[in-house]
């Protein structure tokens, strides 16, 4: 072989390792993930049946525009985890908690609403708080792929393994983290601000724990959420009277709650870079949900919404409140907390959480991966990415 095709080959090669380098760095890859199935932990913003199955179903009208009856979930249709799911081309995810016509083929939800990341010494009677954190979410990982597995081996036929997954597959799963909110929001109320300030770190270790947990279960892809724009959901402003200046910013948030939502995501994402160097074989992606709803609550007629401060599930007139789904007797008659008119063009399902409407835009902000770091979309985040 001749020097000039010695040359030529050398640059092809260097030409090629500059693309493949250039491709690792920007996240972009020609070999999208196959993730066969999906793990999620979180609270009501992900629960898709766990505290129904728990505890009291939720009521109708929720669940009433996509599954047309309660459907495990708080809102009137999918939640973002739904729709992750449908990114992926995989089932919708059933709740570990729920046993019956239960498939978990293709990974299983162990959210529950009214969950965190510490433990809390309540019950969920007094303020909604499940007993179900983060740390306890993890055991009944273990205890599900445990108990999975020796079923999957015991199984003769392929047919008595359906809806067991194929043990194999916990390593190629996507496990997916939407929690903390519950932190923040039950933290402002119990300990004040000052106080919850000084536990955020610990709060974000535990989650740091739980994920660092995984990795030696085998897990070794994470889609991590951080926590959204809490002063933004009108509960926290619905009983607010003549507020003083500066306690509510230009689009009616609580100012103080979004300020202890950033700067716990702020001592996440720090804790999240910290995890890459720790655990060398996880891909781990921080995802911005933050902005992406805060994007939408600042632009909502833009986006064809209405005021993202208006509850559309629930009856909310002067000191009158009947919540989602609730009955009350109010002057001698019953009223029921039913749906609006229109729940497709409201931000807010039940003044807590969003409607379908408004997870499906907030979903296709973050799948196609311009709010995460790395800025990879979900297709592409079992692959590893070395800082640029």
């Not at 498939?103 to 809390?120: L, P």
Request: hydrophobic letters at 40%; one cysteine or more; a neutral charge.
């Amino acid at each position: 072989m001749d020097s000039l095709v010695l040359s030529k080959l050398f640059i092809v090669l260097a030409l090629g390792a500059s693309v493949a380098l250039a491709s690792q760095q920007t996240g972009k890859s020609s070999n999208p993930c196959a993730f066969p199935t999906i793990y999620n932990f979180g609270d009501s913003n992900s629960d898709t049946g766990g505290i129904s199955a728990a505890f009291l179903p939720i009521p109708a009208p929720n669940g009433q525009d996509f599954f047309h009856k309660p459907a495990g979930r708080v809102g009137d249709g999918r939640l973002i985890v739904d729709f992750i799911a449908e990114n992926l081309g995989l089932p919708y995810l059933s709740a570990y908690l729920d046993s019956l016509a239960a498939n978990f083929r293709h990974g299983a939800n162990f959210a529950t609403g009214g969950s965190t990341i510490r433990r809390q010494d309540e019950t969920i009677f007094e303020n909604g708080i499940s007993p179900f954190s983060l740390d306890i979410q993890t055991v009944h990982f273990d205890q599900f792929q445990l108990r999975s597995n020796d079923l999957y081996n015991q199984a003769k036929t392929e047919s008595s393994r359906k809806g067991l997954p194929r043990p194999s597959d916990f390593s190629r799963a996507l496990y997916t983290f939407d929690i903390g909110q519950d932190d923040i929001t039950h933290g402002l109320r119990k300990l004040g601000a000052q106080q919850l300030r000084t536990a955020l770190p610990d709060i974000v270790n535990q989650l740091a724990t739980a994920v660092t947990h995984l990795y030696h279960r085998g897990a070794r892809t994470f889609w991590i959420h951080n926590t959204g724009p809490i002063g933004c959901l009108p509960v926290h402003s619905l009983f607010i009277r003549n507020p003083k200046p500066g306690f509510l910013d230009q689009f009616g948030c609580v100012r103080g709650h979004n300020d202890m939502a950033i700067e716990f995501n702020r001592q996440l994402k720090d804790r999240v870079i910290k995890l890459r160097a720790e655990l060398p074989l996880a891909a781990i992606t921080y995802v911005d949900v933050y902005t992406a709803k805060y994007n939408l609550i600042s632009s909502t007629k833009a986006q064809g919404f209405m005021n993202p401060l208006k509850i559309c599930c629930g009856r909310h007139e002067g000191n009158v409140h009947v919540w989602c789904g609730q009955r009350t007797i109010i002057n001698g008659t019953e009223v029921f907390g039913g749906a609006c008119a229109a729940p497709s063009a409201h931000v807010s399902w039940d003044g807590m959480h969003y409607t379908q409407s408004a997870n499906h835009w907030i979903a296709n902000q973050i799948l196609s991966g311009s709010m995460s770091d790395p800025p990879i979309p979900l297709s592409q985040a079992c692959h590893r990415h070395a800082p640029v």
